[in-house]
C-alpha cells in the first residue's frame, strides 16, 4: 500500500474508533450516563415521534425481537422508554420514548450535528459536495462489503429523521 493510501486507511479507522470513544465517555460524563452506547442507539431507532412496533424496531437494528426485549426491558426501567398494547391488536406492542428519553434522543442528535457542523463549516459548497460524495462511497463500499459477508442478510442503515435505507 502506498503511504498516502496508508495514512488514509489509518485516518478512517482513527475516525471510526474516537467517535464511538468519545460518544461513550460523553455519555459516560454526561446527564445520561447510565446509558450504554447500545441503548442510545435503540433509543435512536426507536425516535422521537410516533411509537413503533417492537418488531419494526428489531428490524431497524438488525436483532431478533427477543434481543431488543432485553434492552427495552432495560430502558423501561431506566425510564427512557415506556411499552403500550396495541388498542386493535393487544399482540402487538408499541415502544416509544419518554420526556427522558426524547432528551436522551435530542442530546445524542446533537452530538452528530455539531461534529458535522466542525467539518463542513470550514468548506466551500464545491468542497462539501465532494467531501459528501466520498464519503457516500465509502458507506457504500463498507454495506457492499457486509452484504458480501453477511450471507444474504439485509443491510440496515439507520439515518437521522429515523426512516429505514
Do not use: C, W
Not at 470513544?21 to 447500545?38: C, H, N, P, Q, R
Not at 422508554?81 to 445524542?108: F, N, P, W
Not at 457542523?117 to 466520498?134: F, G, Q, V
Request: no cysteine; glycine share 4%.
Amino acid at each position: 500500500m502506498a503511504p498516502i493510501e496508508q495514512d488514509f486507511a489509518e485516518s478512517l479507522l482513527h475516525i471510526f474508533d474516537n467517535v464511538l470513544l468519545t460518544e461513550g465517555m460523553a455519555l459516560s460524563k454526561g446527564y445520561f450516563s447510565d446509558l450504554s452506547i447500545a441503548e442510545l442507539h435503540t433509543l435512536n431507532a426507536i425516535g422521537p415521534y410516533e411509537a413503533r412496533t417492537m418488531t419494526e424496531t428489531a428490524k431497524i437494528l438488525g436483532i431478533t425481537v427477543g434481543t431488543l426485549t432485553v434492552a427495552i426491558d432495560r430502558l423501561v426501567k431506566k425510564k427512557y422508554v415506556e411499552r403500550q398494547r396495541d388498542t386493535k391488536d393487544r399482540r402487538i406492542v408499541r415502544i416509544s420514548l419518554t420526556r427522558q428519553g426524547k432528551l436522551a434522543y435530542r442530546m445524542h442528535s446533537k452530538f452528530h450535528r455539531v461534529l458535522v457542523k466542525r467539518i463542513m463549516d470550514p468548506l466551500s459548497e464545491d468542497e462539501r459536495k465532494l467531501l459528501t460524495k466520498m464519503v457516500g462511497e465509502i458507506d457504500n463500499y463498507v454495506e457492499e462489503q457486509y452484504k458480501k459477508y453477511s450471507n444474504g442478510e439485509q443491510y440496515k442503515r439507520i439515518v437521522r429523521d429515523d426512516t429505514e435505507v
